[in-house]
């Protein structure tokens, strides 16, 4: 499976922006770019995907390189809700239906 | 909304007892996943099933087996716990059916089950 690398954390602030990197460097044509989010005490959930066009949905935005070896999780106006890990996961056709999670970043949300 | 339920949120359990962890999605998913989850060590996969009567083995299948009777449930058990098992086990399911990357390859997650083998 391609791998991908994530900040281990990061913090903003309420009601301000966020982006959270991620590089996949080796990831193949047919491999999709995932988003889930854990938030504290829960299971992981599903934030957004995309193949090569920017994406957008009422959670966030994910903004995809044009070369695609890196994409960017934009949280437009984050909330204290928002503090969670975010992982980012490639998933291709040989690893069909699965997904492999990484460390993923940890997201702190000042007041 | 997709929902996977697990059949308790905390379990405490002694060593060499057998345990079954139950999980329930209501949506007609192909897929159904169990994870367990450590500090450190992240999600790690246990075993996965596509269809009734199916599975495979994940990364971590050691000590664990898994029954899909029926395609809403997919229980997790362990045949003899041990200490080293203590842990947060996740269940998840998807779509399945045809492989497109997309949609059809979103995980849903249950809410975990802490478990504790003293």
């Known amino acids: 499976d391609a791998k991908t690398t994530q900040p281990n954390s990061m913090e903003s602030n309420e009601e301000e922006p966020v982006h959270l990197p991620c590089n996949h460097s080796?990831?193949?044509?047919?491999?999709?770019i995932h988003w889930y989010r854990q938030l504290p005490s829960q299971g992981p959930e599903y934030v957004i995907h995309?193949?090569?066009s920017n994406v957008n949905n009422r959670m966030a935005s994910l903004a995809i390189a044009e070369d695609r070896k890196s994409s960017t999780l934009i949280l437009h106006r984050a909330t204290l809700r928002d503090a969670a890990v975010y992982y980012c996961?490639?998933?291709?056709?040989?690893?069909?239906?699965?997904?492999?999670f990484g460390q993923g970043t940890r997201l702190t949300i000042n007041p | 909304d997709v929902k996977v339920t697990q059949s308790s949120r905390y379990l405490v359990k002694r060593t060499g007892e057998k345990v079954f962890l139950e999980c329930v999605q209501d949506?007609?998913?192909?897929?159904m996943f169990w994870y367990r989850q450590d500090p450190g060590l992240g999600l790690r996969l246990i075993y996965f099933?596509?269809?009734?009567?199916?599975?495979e083995k994940g990364d971590i299948p050691e000590g664990y087996s898994v029954s899909r009777e029926k395609k809403e449930r997919f229980s997790l058990i362990l045949e003899s716990a041990s200490t080293n098992q203590t842990s947060m086990y996740l269940c998840?399911?998807?779509?399945?059916?045809?492989?497109?990357?997309?949609?059809?390859?979103?995980?849903?997650f249950g809410p975990g089950t802490r478990l504790t083998v003293l």
């Open positions: 998840a399911s998807s779509l399945g059916a045809r492989w497109d990357g997309g949609v059809t390859d979103t995980q849903y």
């Open positions: 080796t990831i193949s044509g047919t491999d999709y």
């Open positions: 995309g193949l090569t």
């Open positions: 996961i490639l998933t291709s056709r040989q690893g069909a239906q699965k997904l492999v």
């Open positions: 949506m007609d998913h192909e897929n």
């Open positions: 099933s596509y269809d009734v009567k199916m599975k």
